[in-house]
């Protein structure tokens, strides 16, 4: 009798080993490990514990997410400063823990064998690695070009990245500063870096901007680098005022700058997801904080204007629904719209939603309108396949509507819904493969007013067959 | 095996036995550093299972196996879930309800009670720290001639009184053991009743007034035995062989991990408040990943 | 031959207490003398010791007064560990005293102390060992050790040193006799042949007396007597006063008158033979046994400890009546405690049955009383009330100031009971056992280490609960005592009965 009690109590130490274990090292069940399925029949890697952000404050978790041809796997970055590449299955092929910053953007080099991956953190790091093996090919410190202020927090960082077809990557290193006097200043400089890692050139070279830098893009048919800027509040002794600066891609030698004119009741005209240029560098998109979605040329030039979302006053408040994304595609020049907002406090609430608001809009280059495709929740980002459009559903702060949340797949061409795949929480990064058939995305842990807390960060695989959605990997 | 037997050790692996006290003190103290400094469960889980890989390769006896595994089992299913129910931080996300804040008396009482993710993993924590010592301090328990600590903690220049009645805490630990399974006993035989003869959670805080009463005699004896036979005059007498070079090697190796691991994890926490130096990268995310 | 201790009109008190506990203590000790020193519980023996082990100095809470000459030096202002240079004592129980881990350890610790050389370490303790009948078995665990052996390890751990004078305080009152009775020989030896100075604690003089040919008789703090036990024993007044118990041997001797008193069996066989007139009609003795009805029944019982390759109990089968009083009695392995936690509830029988009133054992367990070996750890509260009223619903305080008086606690009701003598002490578990009222009582070596007054309180005590209907059942080495005492005997050898009767017919 006394042995068996002792092999009883063996066999549970045994099993209460293997639980630690399961937990030290993050397989919680809530997790969802490998093999793991959502209610879409969809791969679920977890991607480990981070802190749960309030669901009424928006694009505080971050994740990125692409798709690579060559190895027919996710690259996935994340908040834990954790670089994975997952293979279509969800399986980890490796993971390179880039330690304490937070991985904000990243692009792939053209011949899909180089991922650029941009951190905030104390030095907000640039990093080329290479997307076989994970070892890092050569890294930038973002804060040999815009300083580093840790004791306010004043961390640099790479808020976005783009790659020519050269391979140079072209890199926006911005950090936010606040000022003794309470006031708002910025330290923004774009950085061009050739594929063998060496510094092709920094714009602007003896300063910096002294205005935020949240966009770039750069074309190889017309040889330029356009970047946007913006400001909460412009001053006047601030130099990077204008709202487009076209550089030479060669060079980084500024070729001119174009100032959009704010709408009432802006002041400033604000870009957050664009501009982009079209494939042959003769277009360029670019949707605005203020609602509007604009075509240029290739050049800078407008060609035409539209109204996304006209700002309109509400029981005494400004409201409208921000514009954010704007591409050049052969299908037509698609731009997006976020939540509703109130003018004065984006964190107060509004009396209505604004009809304009979490949409994808299509126009024909002509200027004429394709078509509004209204989600329930934030268009938190867009991923281009064949024909397709994936958009990442995120957060209504205005409706708390949790079943808009997941990936969305629309038809280019006249904006019809093929799939949906619903996901618990937000879905704040979206890819997918060239051919479309490939889907993948991040979902976020975030906590409702109720108290709740829904969704988990994790990274979400799924297979798109022809005849529909949730067709298991 | 008999509960004094149990305690006392000197039926492991003849090498740990003829390890030094101070070698094993300073083990075990920079051990207990490492489970304070690091919070990263991984690690700890490792650190733990360290310990345990130790009391396999110093053959501790299957009996002593049971022990631990009981304590062990104690220890960290109680820290978890007590943290999983009666987790305050948040976040804190519910995986389990097991009483509705909306169900009567109870659900009104409690305003519900859940088990909280956030808490199972805080609980573990909390738990593989704790277990972590337990393990190593019973290795070195089972393991040790109470007057290898005693001679390693005068080796350390401690007070002769005080390492005396550090190692006799240590001394009484088996005796304690063998004695508080009698008075658990007695106490079951002093019942009137049928159910009082087999309860053991009820009598318990009666265990201790006896047991400390005897342990302060037995405590007595002990000092009046050593201290006849020239324990406190022959201080300076005592002979102080070196350390082995191996266990000199150990000791360093181990003050010179416990110093990189406070010193990453204070450069850590102060980079966090801002003060950050970037040519400590590397020990940034080191100890971000690995503490 | 050479004064080796010379204590002078020594007086020591307590700071706790009004009335001195060593009154006015003078003798001399001889080199290679070999002196019991004996006296009723609260006699000072053990201060005394403690005075010449000069723990009394530095216990600072009270007055010592007299001259203490060790060598010929005044040992009185010395420090107990300087003393420890001289002396060597033992105490009562060596798991209190022994610190190391393994035998040779234990024994190396004071050389080391002195910081000899490894060397000689090693020789000095291994010579110890062997003299002390540890040869070999340097390399054991202390705890592998038997209690006899335990206590040589704890002897060999101050003879090592080579101590001119030796102090034992009571150190066979938890052995067995034959283990005593071995430890005395090594004692004796150890005297003979390396003439080492011994002052021996002791009330068990009846056992021990072939071992000393010099007593010192304490009573109240004073030496009452001085001299040959021969002597001793001429004086029935004092021994008696000093609470010591006679050899029975000497009682008889008393009892018929015999010229003089002696120990050895044959020698008094002879005196009798001698002085007395044998009548072979002269009738038995009316046997005792119990005429109440059976209440215990126990058939087959078997019971093997895990890991053992045989039974420790085999078959072994009793009737207990109501009012009768049985002594279990057997050599060490026997089985005696294991019988007693078998019906104690400790244990649970593997085979057999065992029953009380024709009830299964397991539903009558409340009314079994068991009074263990260890008494002390039986007592539980702050003072000696809480002790009789702890978990007891059916006391009342008229009931207990009659047990109170009855068992001579009544002026230490709101004493704390570690506090009380030994003998107290164990009255006051007795007594809170039989406030409950058990049906049956069982009791392991009751008589342990108590002096005369002592066990003839626990024998009325027994006695009056027999009376009452209640069956005893008590374990015991004390042969003489299970004479007196029981109604029947139970003999066990081996696990098995040997012998189950009347108690004059076996033992």
């Not at chain 2, 101070?22 to 990263?40: G, P, Q, R």
């Not at chain 3, 204590?7 to 080199?31: K, N, Q, W």
């Not at chain 3, 397991?362 to 539980?380: H, I, S, T």
């Not at chain 3, 002790?387 to 009701?413: G, H, K, S, V």
Request: glycine fraction near 10%.
């Amino acid at each position: 009798m006394k042995q068996c009690k002792m092999y009883v109590v063996f066999l549970l130490f045994a099993l209460s080993l293997a639980a630690l274990w399961w937990i030290a090292s993050g397989g919680t069940p809530w997790q969802g490990r490998d093999g793991a399925r959502d209610a879409s029949g969809g791969r679920l890697v977890s991607l480990g514990d981070i802190p749960v952000s309030n669901y009424d404050r928006m694009g505080f978790t971050k994740a990125i997410v692409r798709y690579i041809p060559k190895e027919k796997g996710w690259l996935v970055g994340t908040e834990r400063g954790e670089l994975f590449l997952f293979s279509d299955q969800g399986e980890q092929r490796w993971k390179r823990s880039l330690g304490i910053g937070k991985l904000v953007s990243a692009a792939l080099s053209p011949a899909g064998d180089t991922a650029y991956v941009g951190e905030q953190s104390p030095t907000g790091t640039l990093y080329a690695v290479d997307v076989h093996t994970g070892d890092i090919r050569w890294q930038y410190a973002a804060s040999d070009f815009v300083g580093s202020d840790p004791s306010q927090r004043s961390y640099p960082s790479v808020v976005h990245i783009a790659v020519d077809g050269k391979g140079t990557v072209y890199a926006n290193c911005y950090r936010f500063l606040m000022q003794k006097d309470g006031g708002r200043a910025y330290a923004g400089r774009m950085i061009a870096v050739r594929r063998d890692g060496s510094l092709a050139w920094q714009y602007p070279r003896a300063e910096v901007i002294d205005s935020w830098i949240n966009w770039c893009d750069v074309n190889d048919a017309n040889g330029r680098v356009v970047l946007s800027t913006s400001a909460y509040d412009f001053r006047e002794e601030m130099r990077y005022k204008d709202t487009l600066y076209f550089l030479r891609r060669d060079d980084g030698q500024e070729l001119r700058s174009v100032a959009v004119a704010p709408v009432e009741p802006f002041e400033n005209t604000v870009l957050r997801g664009s501009p982009n240029f079209s494939a042959d560098g003769r277009y360029l998109a670019a949707s605005c904080s203020d609602g509007r979605g604009f075509l240029f040329d290739g050049r800078g030039n407008i060609l035409w204007e539209r109204t996304l979302s006209a700002p309109t006053r509400v029981a005494g408040a400004w409201i409208n629904a921000s514009g954010r994304d704007g591409f050049a595609l052969a299908e037509g020049v698609v731009f997006t719209t976020i939540n509703t907002f109130n003018r004065e406090n984006w964190q107060l609430p509004t009396p209505v939603e604004h009809p304009s608001s979490n949409s994808l809009f299509l126009f024909h280059y002509d200027g004429s309108f394709g078509y509004q495709y209204r989600a329930r929740g934030t268009m938190e980002e867009l991923a281009f396949g064949e024909g397709i459009v994936a958009c990442a559903i995120g957060r209504n702060v205005r409706t708390h509507d949790y079943s808009c949340h997941g990936a969305l797949v629309l038809r280019l061409r006249d904006g019809r819904k093929l799939d949906f795949y619903h996901t618990e929480g937000p879905l704040q990064a979206i890819a997918v493969s060239p051919d479309g058939r490939h889907l993948a995305g991040v979902e976020a842990p975030v906590l409702t007013p109720e108290g709740r807390t829904i969704g988990a960060y994790r990274l979400h695989i799924w297979r798109r067959e022809p005849a529909g959605p949730g067709a298991p990997v | 095996m008999s509960m004094r037997q149990l305690w006392e050790g000197n039926d492991s692996a003849p090498w740990i036995r003829h390890v030094t006290g101070e070698t094993k003190l300073l083990v075990l103290l920079s051990y207990s550093v490492w489970t304070l400094a690091i919070d990263n469960p991984e690690t700890l889980f490792y650190l733990f299972a360290g310990t345990l890989g130790l009391h396999l390769v110093a053959r501790t006896s299957r009996s002593k196996w049971y022990v631990l595994a009981i304590l062990l089992l104690l220890g960290l299913w109680g820290s978890m879930f007590s943290q999983a129910l009666f987790y305050t931080q948040t976040p804190r996300t519910p995986v389990l309800v097991l009483i509705r804040p909306d169900m009567p008396v109870l659900g009104r009482l409690t305003e519900g009670l859940f088990v909280y993710r956030e808490g199972i993993l805080y609980g573990a924590v909390q738990g593989l720290r704790s277990a972590g010592m337990l393990s190593l301090g019973l290795l070195v328990c089972w393991t040790s001639d109470p007057r290898q600590l005693l001679q390693a903690l005068l080796r350390w220049r401690l007070p002769a009184q005080i390492a005396f009645m550090l190692v006799t805490a240590i001394r009484f630990l088996p005796v304690l053991a063998a004695e508080a399974g009698e008075v658990l006993l007695v106490l079951q035989l002093r019942s009137g009743s049928r159910r009082g003869r087999r309860a053991v959670l009820r009598h318990l805080p009666y265990v201790i007034q006896p047991l400390l009463t005897r342990c302060l005699r037995r405590a007595q004896t002990l000092a009046l035995s050593v201290t006849s036979r020239g324990f406190f005059l022959a201080r300076g007498q005592r002979k102080q062989a070196p350390l082995p070079r191996s266990e000199r090697i150990l000791c360093l190796a181990c003050l010179a991990v416990t110093g990189g691991v406070v010193v990453s994890k204070i450069l850590y926490v102060l980079s966090e408040q801002g003060f950050y130096w970037g040519a400590f990268r590397q020990i940034y995310d080191g100890a971000k990943l690995y503490l | 031959m050479d004064e080796l201790l010379r204590i002078s009109h020594l007086r020591y008190r307590y700071g706790t207490r009004e009335e001195p506990t060593l009154r006015d203590v003078s003798f001399t000790l001889g080199a290679g003398e070999m002196v019991l020193l004996a006296g009723k519980s609260g006699s000072g023996k053990s201060t005394l010791l403690q005075a010449v082990s000069g723990i009394l100095r530095t216990n600072g809470r009270g007055l010592l007064e007299g001259e203490i000459r060790l060598d010929g030096q005044d040992v009185v202002g010395w420090a107990p560990e300087q003393i420890g240079l001289l002396v060597g004592t033992v105490y009562q129980t060596p798991d209190d005293q022994l610190f190391a881990m393994t035998a040779y350890d234990e024994v190396a610790f004071a050389l080391e102390n002195r910081g000899l050389p490894e060397e000689i370490i090693s020789r000095r303790v291994e010579e110890t060992l062997v003299r002390v009948g540890l040869g070999g078995l340097g390399a054991r665990g202390i705890h592998t050790l038997s209690g006899g052996q335990r206590q040589r390890l704890a002897l060999a751990s101050v003879l090592v040193t080579d101590p001119k004078l030796l102090l034992l305080d009571e150190p066979v009152s938890q052995m067995n006799p034959q283990g005593a009775r071995d430890f005395l020989q090594l004692l004796r030896q150890l005297n003979r042949e390396r003439g080492l100075t011994i002052l021996l604690i002791e009330h068990r003089v009846h056992e021990l007396a072939g071992y000393f040919r010099r007593i010192l008789l304490l009573r109240e703090g004073s030496v009452c007597y001085d001299g040959s036990l021969q002597g001793l024993w001429k004086r029935p007044d004092l021994s008696s006063r000093a609470g010591l118990r006679i050899p029975a041997c000497v009682r008889l001797c008393r009892a018929l008158g015999l010229p003089r008193c002696t120990e050895g069996d044959a020698e008094m066989a002879a005196l009798i033979r001698q002085y007395c007139r044998i009548d072979p009609a002269m009738p038995a003795p009316e046997p005792r046994q119990g005429t109440g009805p059976v209440r215990v029944e126990a058939r087959g019982l078997c019971y093997r400890y895990d890991g053992a390759e045989t039974d420790t109990l085999r078959q072994v089968g009793f009737q207990l009546r109501g009012g009768e009083i049985t002594a279990l009695m057997g050599c060490n392995g026997a089985g005696k405690s294991t019988l007693l936690n078998l019906l104690g509830g400790v244990t649970m029988p593997e085979r057999g049955s065992l029953t009380l009133d024709g009830a299964p054992w397991q539903d009558r367990l409340e009314a079994v009383g068991y009074m263990r070996q260890e008494a002390d750890l039986m007592l539980l509260t702050d003072t000696v009330r809480n002790e009789f009223f702890w978990n007891n619903r059916i006391l009342r305080e008229e009931t207990f100031r009659q047990m109170t008086e009855q068992m001579d606690l009544a002026p230490y009701r709101d004493d704390f009971p570690l506090a009380l003598s030994k003998g107290q002490r164990l009255r006051v578990v007795l007594g809170a056992i039989l406030a409950r009222k058990p049906e049956v009582l069982l009791l392991d070596e009751p008589t342990t280490g108590q002096d005369l007054e002592s066990l003839d309180a626990i024998r009325s005590l027994l006695r009056a609960y027999a009376r009452g209907g209640g069956c005893v059942f008590f374990c015991t080495h004390d042969v003489e005592l299970a004479s007196a005492l029981a109604d029947r005997v139970l003999l066990l050898s081996g696990g098995q009965t040997l012998a189950d009767g009347e108690a004059h017919r076996v033992c």
